[in-house]
């Protein structure tokens, strides 16, 4: 992604009070992690950064999807069912998609449930559906 790519992008999710949004992933001897791409967020990591799908960290398994590190990802996060209270990191003990027993999840396998997912940006075909209050802001950024 081009820098001004990223202004824009910035600018957009500004507007649609959405920077928590968008995120880096990052690598370091730990693993994989994400940080905030903005640095408009007060805090540089969303909680529990290091808890991502299993579709993000099983890069040595054969149905892993190619992400590459150090680019802008929107953040959207896995949970059994939108009202299960589970939150990444933090699987509720009830949770259905573990049948109660939560000690099946973990950082390292954290069930598809339960923990951050990345969602690739194709910057040429994403739409992006602002109200006319967000044009109005987003001129007055330009």
């Known amino acids: 992604m081009e820098y001004i790519d990223k202004r824009i992008l910035q600018k957009i999710a500004y507007v649609q009070n959405e920077l928590d949004k968008y995120v880096y992933l990052r690598k370091d001897d730990k693993g994989y992690y994400i940080e905030y791409a903005f640095a408009d967020i007060e805090e540089k990591y969303p909680h529990d950064n290091r808890c991502l799908s299993w579709y993000v960290k099983r890069d040595n398994d054969p149905t892993f999807v190619s992400m590459e ?4 990802y929107r953040l959207s996060s896995f949970s059994c069912s939108p009202d299960s209270g589970c ?3 933090n ?4 949770c259905a998609y573990l049948a109660g027993n939560t000690e099946k999840w973990s950082y390292d396998d954290p069930k598809k449930c339960a923990c951050w997912h990345l969602e690739t940006l194709n910057l040429e075909k994403h ?3 602002l ?3 967000q044009v109005k802001r987003l001129f ?3």
């Open 127 to 129: 739409s992006f559906r």
């Open 69 to 72: 590190v150090d680019k802008i």
């Open 131 to 133: 109200t006319f209050e």
């Open 87 to 89: 939150s990444p990191g």
């Open 91 to 94: 699987p509720k003990l009830n």
């Open 140 to 142: 007055n950024l330009i």
